[in-house]
């Protein structure tokens, strides 16, 4: 949550921006190329999607996360 906060998604601005600035940050290295352009949350973990890479990758998730994640207390149930 910053000051640029709507007050309607203020209920939903749990992350910082240090976080979200970490994430930038991040995705701007040779290491993040196979996250560009995806769909993605700041709260995530990096090692953990970096260990699912090649599933991440082949069921295309990062570009349709909206419509078929399946996201919930523990996260996205991986198959590998």
Do not use: C, Q, Y
Not at 11 to 32: C, E, I, Q, Y
Request: proline content about 4%; aromatic content about 8%; hydrophobic content about 40%.
């Amino acid at each position: 949550m910053t000051g640029m906060t709507l007050d309607a998604l203020k209920p939903f601005a749990k992350d910082t921006a240090a976080l979200s600035g970490s994430w930038t940050l991040f995705l701007s290295t040779p290491r993040a190329e196979w996250m560009r352009g995806g769909i993605l949350g700041v709260n995530w973990d990096i090692e953990e999607m970096e260990a699912h890479k090649d599933e991440i990758v082949r069921d295309n998730l990062l570009s349709r996360a909206f419509l078929n994640a399946k996201l919930g207390k523990d996260g996205h149930p991986w198959t590998t």
